[in-house]
């Protein structure tokens, strides 16, 4: 088991027989073990400084109905709103106060918001503030979507792949959705220049071993600058309402193997792990974290941006209590920076 770590720490890269008995295998003492080599990979990188982005939840209006998301077409008990691009502005301005050098839109497939209005709201952005990053997270758009947002001055796109393995994505979502497009989606983003992250549901329903090999493996072979992982967490509202959590445990080996494999990329500690368990999020930084991502939404829709159920929303997770979420990781021995946090390749 060592020696496996040990591997991925010096090659970045393992073969789907090693990623599976790494995964089958592991005890607490490797994930310790993996965990301190993650933590001080990072260390050695980003030293004890942790990026900030501000979240702006701009529309929980979905047209895709996935399982697992309490955003889903179907939910009818979903609250919608959408914020206008004065609204976004507004978050900005306010996030930009606050210390906040990238800002985060990120929504539902909502067709109400037009690409042309986004595009729009990314420009306006870049041109009030011009040292700060804009990375979008809107789903899956045509090709030529992507490449307006890229003019429009947007940086970097989040768009999970959720599973890499094609008949669990079949498992997670309506037909509708196709793992291929979802796939391609993600090499058109990286072709145009965009930041690009990705990530996977850990212990989303029907989840075997074998997945999680096959969304390590399209991570090592695609490379992403960012990685967001998170455990599932079930959502009352959805098909999915009975299903039991990802486990924190399993998450935050996970974390620790993906800031082995790619030392350099930009993890956050989610807050969807912070939700599953308090503490979750410094437990992430510990293995190998390096980005927090407070939410800048406006107050009173942050219950209705509901992914999973109870999703966290204030303390250290708002985006004013700066000041809080610094007294947690100081506690740990890291700080928040003021810094657009861009992906460095050394
Ligand atoms: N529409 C955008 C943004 C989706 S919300 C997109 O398609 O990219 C951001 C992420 O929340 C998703 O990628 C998914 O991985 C995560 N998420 C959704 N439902 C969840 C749940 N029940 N538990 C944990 N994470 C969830």
């Known amino acids: 088991m060592k020696q496996l770590i040990d591997r991925l720490a010096e090659t970045h890269s393992l073969t789907q027989e090693e990623w599976y ?25 980003f030293g004890n400084n942790i990026y900030i982005r501000g979240l702006i939840e701009f529309t929980n209006i979905c047209k895709n109905d996935c399982y697992y998301c309490g955003l889903r077409a179907s ?8 914020l206008t691009p004065e609204d976004i502005l507004s978050c900005c301005q306010n996030g930009y106060r606050l210390g906040f050098r990238t800002f985060v839109l990120q929504g539902g497939e909502d067709p109400g918001f037009s690409d042309e209005t986004l595009c729009n709201v990314v420009q306006t952005i870049k041109q009030a503030y ?25 940086d970097r796109y989040l768009l999970r792949h959720e599973t890499a393995d094609d008949d669990h994505y079949r498992q ?11 796939k391609q989606c993600i090499y058109d983003l990286k072709e145009l220049g965009f930041q690009v992250g990705t990530g996977f549901l850990v212990g989303s329903p029907f989840q075997k071993a074998e997945h999680i090999c096959a969304d390590l493996l399209f991570i090592q072979h695609l490379m992403p600058q960012m990685i967001g992982i998170g455990p599932f967490i079930p959502h009352q509202d ?4 009975g299903e039991p959590a990802g486990s924190l ?51 009173d829709h942050r219950k209705d941006y509901s992914l999973y159920n109870n999703k966290l929303t204030d303390g250290a997770e708002a985006a004013e209590s700066r000041d809080a979420l610094d007294a947690r990781l100081n506690a740990i021995g890291y700080r928040t920076v003021t810094d657009r946090g861009d992906y460095q390749s050394r």
């Open 75 to 82: 939910n009818a008990k979903c609250r919608r709103y959408r």
């Open 172 to 182: 997670l979502h309506p037909e509708s959705l196709s793992p291929a497009v979802r």
């Open 249 to 299: 445990e399993l998450t935050l080996f996970l974390i620790s193997l993906l800031r082995l494999l790619h030392p350099n990329a930009l993890i956050p500690a989610t807050t969807a792990i912070g939700t599953l368990q308090e503490g979750g999020r410094e437990q992430a930084i510990l293995c190998g974290a390096n980005v927090v991502m407070p939410n800048l939404s406006p107050s």
């Open 238 to 241: 959805t098909p999915f309402a």
């Open 21 to 45: 008995e790494l995964l089958t295998c592991y005890n607490k003492k490797t994930a310790a073990y993996a965990a301190e080599k993650a933590r001080k990979t990072a260390q050695l990188r």
């Open 130 to 154: 011009p040292d700060c990053a804009v990375t979008l997270s809107v789903g899956e758009r045509p090709r030529r979507v992507y490449e307006d947002f890229k003019k429009a001055g947007a």
